[in-house]
C-alpha cells in the first residue's frame, strides 16, 4: 500500500499472509504418503508467490490468478494427470476466491478453522482446524480405513464363498452356515473398531 501524507508520496506498507507454522511439515508428510506433485495457485503478486514457494519447497507456482484462472490452471492439471494415467488432484484453499476452485477440483479441501462460509460449502472435505498438516493425518486415517474396510470384505466373503463349498458338498449344514456367518459379522465389527485407534 502507497502512503501519502497532504498528496505527497510518503512511503509503502507492505502487507502479506504469514505462512502457517505447519506447512513445511505437512508438504513434507505428504510426500512421504506419495503426493507426487505440489503447486501454489495465488492470487498474490509473482515475487510474493515465489518467495513462498520456494519457501516452502513447492515443485511449481502460478501468481496473480483471477478465481478463473485458477480453475483453468487446475483443469489444465487434471487433463496432464489423465494423460499419464497418474491418480486424482486435490485443491486447498480456505478463501471466498477458491470456492470455484473447490468445486471444480476432483477434491477440495476447505480449511475450516479460517475459511469463508463459500469455501466450506463448496469443498469436499473440510479441515475444523486452519492446520495443513492435518491434511496429510486424514489421507492416512483415509487410506488404514479403507485398509480395513478390505480386510472386512474379502473376510465376509471368503467366509460365505467356503460355507457354500462346504454346503454344495454337504459337509457343511445350514446352522453352522449361520454360526459362521454371525461369526465373520462380529469379527468383522472387531476389526472396523481397529479405525478408532487412528
Known amino acids: 500500500m502507497y502512503v501519502a501524507i497532504d498528496g505527497v508520496y510518503a512511503g509503502y506498507l507492505v502487507i502479506s499472509d504469514e505462512v502457517k507454522g505447519d506447512a513445511k511439515e505437512a508438504l513434507r508428510r505428504l510426500r512421504r504418503l506419495g503426493i507426487r506433485r505440489t503447486v501454489m495457485l ?8 515465489a518467495a513462498v514457494s520456494q519457501h516452502l519447497g513447492m515443485d511449481a507456482f502460478f501468481a496473480e490468478l483471477l478465481p478463473e484462472d485458477k480453475v483453468a490452471a487446475v483443469e489444465e492439471m487434471e487433463r496432464e494427470l489423465k494423460g499419464k494415467n497418474r491418480r486424482g488432484l486435490a485443491f486447498v484453499g480456505d478463501g471466498v476466491n477458491d470456492a470455484p476452485v473447490l468445486a471444480r477440483a476432483e477434491i477440495g479441501v476447505a480449511m475450516g478453522g479460517l ?4 469455501a466450506i460449502e463448496a469443498a469436499d472435505v473440510v479441515l475444523m482446524e486452519a492446520a495443513p498438516a492435518k491434511l496429510a493425518r486424514g489421507i492416512g486415517i483415509a487410506r488404514r480405513t479403507r485398509q480395513i474396510v478390505r480386510q472386512n470384505i474379502f473376510l465376509a466373503l471368503g467366509i460365505k464363498v467356503l460355507f457354500v463349498f462346504l454346503g454344495v458338498l454337504g459337509v457343511a449344514n445350514i446352522w453352522e452356515a449361520i454360526f459362521a456367518d454371525v461369526g465373520v459379522t462380529i469379527l468383522a465389527v472387531l476389526n472396523a473398531g481397529r479405525t478408532a485407534k487412528s
Request: glycine fraction near 16%; proline fraction near 0%.
Open 42 to 49: 495465488s492470487g498474490d503478486d509473482a515475487d510474493v508467490t
Open 115 to 118: 475459511g469463508s462460509d463459500a
